[in-house]
Each structure stands twice: as C-alpha cells, then as structure tokens.
C-alpha cells in the first residue's frame, strides 16, 4: 500500500459524503490519512489498519471538514464602488445607478484603467481572506472588461492568482456581462465578437475553465446568449449562467438546454425552469450577499428546489457592487436566515455541490478515500456552528493537498 504521508487522528470528521446516513456525513472519533495529496484512508478510529507513517498529528477534538469551494466570484476588478452602497442606503436604485453611469460600467472603467500588477494585488488580498475562513478552490470570472485586453488579463491574473497561492483557483469567461460603451445600443454585434474573436483565443490559450453569462434585461437575453453558448460548447468549455435574479428571463430553461454546469441566482426563477434544471443535473447557485445588498424580497424558491432534487450550491458573489462579502461562513449564514436553508444543506453547498458547480465532483468536496486532501480544521463544537455564528473565525487550519497553507 505505501507509507502514508500523514495521519490526523482524535479527529470529528464531517465527510460530507452524498447519502451518508448520518448527518454531515459524521463520523464521531475518527482518523484520515494522507498520501501524495490524497486521501488515502478516512473512518472511525477503531477501524483505522496498521500502516507505516510519517506523521502522525492529533486533532484533540477537532472537526474537520472537506475545504470550503467558493464557486461563485467576481475577485479581479479595479476601484470601488462604496459610495453606491450609500447611495442605495438613501434610496437609489441599482437601474438608476446604472443609467447615472454607475454599476458595472463604473467598474469596467476602473479594471480598464488598472495594471495587471494592481490588479493582482488588490485581488491576491481578497483570496488570502477567503482562505482564512476555510476556502482552498475560488471560481474567478472575468467581466469588468469587456474588451479583449482587459478581459484577456483579468483571466491572466486568475491564473496568476491560483500559481501564487498555492489554491485552486478556475477561471470563468464573463465577457458577456454587460454591453460595453463600445457596443452601445447593439448587444446582438458585442456577442458575436465575444463568440468570434474573443472566446476563440481565450480557448486556444487555456486561460479559462467555463464560460458565464448574465441572462436579464439590463444585459442580454436567453436568445441573444445561445449563440455564443453553443460556441464555447463547440470548443469544448462547459456554461455557467446567472439566471433570473431580477426577472423571469428565462435563464434556468436556457442553462438546462446548454447543460449549465451551475445557474445562479434564480430569485425569480418558476416551477417549469427549476424542473428544467433538475432534468439537467445543473446545480443551482444561491447568493445571498447580493439580495441581502440590492435589498430584495424575492426569494428563490428553495421548496421546490429541494422536492425537484436540484443540489443547491452556496457562494460570496464577492463583487465591488452587489455582493462585497468575502467569507463563506458568512455566506452560509446568510443563506439559512435569509433562503431558510438547513446548516446541513448550507455546509453541503460550500463543499459537496459547490464542487459539482465547477466540474470538480469526483476530485474533492467530500472526504473520501482517492479525493484531494483538501481539508479545513475547525474549532467547534459542531458542523452546525459554522452557519450559526456570524463573524467568528472558527478555522484552526487548512491543509491544501494534505499540506498546511500558512
């Protein structure tokens, strides 16, 4: 079998592992082992064979978890945009905003401006923070370009981001996130130069993982965003879509047709589409810092996401408009007080689906033997606590491919 490279034991383990027939996939007093970055053995402690190690590590008590999956980001953008905040605060709205010259455009004018250096820097501390409350994989995309250079370099310093960092980091083309001042009044011809001179390029050079679209009224619609769906498709890179946040536009019936790796948002999303979904097998993506931020009252609707099957996904939206939340703990508090999800199901979302959202299922997200040696170290006194309380830092360490990271 091989010396293990590392053993934890006196460990509480929650494995989340799928129809697992305790919650969190629990095991009370167990050990987990490591060799060449994965797991290699994880189970009650009693059970635990006679194998060569080389370290051995008590937890004292601990619970461990697979590391937190931010699947949802939008890390690399230039400026900043709190004075919108306050404008809202006093009753602004984000389409009043928007047509003032604020919003996206505000933040694309800003990226544009920014160096690849700023960029990275200002980027690489946001990532930091992430994981120091537990994350080891963040989905980046771009979308504060909306040209080829800048877009093409926001995906550059997502690479950049993951070599420096030691973390995963899966890069998301969002070129198709706005109408630029460039294409103004014409999203049919912008669309069709991301679909042709953009994403081609893009392909060619690896420096994307998926490609992500806003499906809404302010940005394009379901028919406008097919075309350049079944382009990336044709080059082999999955979708992603953001989907009905702020009306019915159809956006779950569209990430069901292409085979959405994830739809998020869907405030506004009805029966037929979350149906859609579920025959799909596309993970719905909740964001809860955003409609906590943009005030809204429209709530996805969870219910029948849960009777269809569809596994829901939990993620910061971390965004300089609407969504400046860095933290997944945070984002699971919010989304069981604000979407009433279980901490079971909000833990879930951040590891178990959230890596299904980007493709990563059978590589990690849950603890079991043969999957990434992701693992997240918690000082509490159940796996319930990480949603219970809001602004702790309950992390005792994080171990990146069965290694401590910092």
């Not at 009650?44 to 931010?70: C, F, H, K, M, N």
């Not at 905003?97 to 004018?109: E, H, K, N, S, Y």
């Not at 537990?134 to 370099?153: F, W």
């Not at 379901?222 to 769906?229: K, N, S, T, W």
Request: with cysteine.
């Amino acid at each position: 079998m091989g010396r293990w490279d590392l053993l934890l034991t006196d460990a509480r383990i929650a494995t989340m592992r799928a129809g697992a027939p305790d919650p969190y996939g629990a095991v009370e007093d167990g050990a987990l082992a490591v060799r060449d970055g994965r797991i290699a053995w994880v189970g009650p402690r009693s059970d635990l064979p006679a194998q060569a190690t080389t370290e051995v590590r008590s937890l004292e008590g601990r619970w461990i978890t697979p590391a937190l999956i931010d699947c949802h980001t939008h890390l690399v953008f230039g400026g900043d945009r709190g004075s919108e905040f306050e404008a809202r605060l006093g009753g602004a709205t984000y389409e009043e905003l928007a047509a003032a010259g604020g919003g996206i455009m505000a933040t694309v004018r800003a990226t544009r401006a920014a160096s690849a250096e700023e960029l990275f820097r200002s980027a690489r501390g946001r990532l930091e923070a992430m994981a120091r409350a537990g994350a080891a994989t963040v989905e980046i995309k771009s979308g504060y370009g909306l040209d080829r250079d800048t877009e093409i370099r926001t995906l550059e310093v997502a690479r950049r981001l993951g070599c420096a960092s030691g973390l995963t980091v899966r890069a998301t083309l969002l070129a198709a996130h706005a109408v630029p001042p460039e294409f103004g009044g014409r999203p049919v011809e912008y669309l069709g130069f991301v679909a042709d001179a953009l994403l081609p390029e893009v392909a060619r050079r690896g420096l994307a993982d998926a490609v992500d679209a806003y499906c809404e009224e302010v940005a394009f619609s379901a028919v406008q965003i097919a075309p350049l769906f079944e382009r990336a498709r044709a080059l082999g890179l999955p979708v992603k879509l953001h989907a009905d946040q702020r009306t019915d536009g159809g956006g779950a019936a569209l990430a069901a047709r292409f085979g959405a790796l994830s739809a998020d948002h869907l405030e506004y999303t009805p029966e037929s589409g979350i149906e859609a979904l579920a025959g799909a097998g596309t993970v719905a993506v909740l964001l809860p810092g955003a409609f906590l931020t943009l005030g809204e009252t429209r709530r996805p609707r969870v219910g029948a996401l849960r009777r269809h099957g569809v596994p829901i996904a939990v993620a910061t939206d971390c965004n300089p408009g609407t969504s400046p939340l860095g933290s997944l703990p945070e984002a699971m508090g919010l989304a069981a007080r604000l979407f009433g999800l279980t901490p079971e199901e909000c833990l879930a979302g951040v590891t178990r689906h959230a890596a299904r959202a980007l493709g990563l299922e059978h590589d990690r997200g849950t603890l079991e033997p043969g999957k990434r040696a992701d693992i997240a170290v918690w000082d509490v006194g159940h796996p319930r606590d990480l949603t219970y309380w809001l602004g702790s830092r309950p992390l005792a360490g994080l171990l990146v491919r069965g290694q401590d990271r910092g």
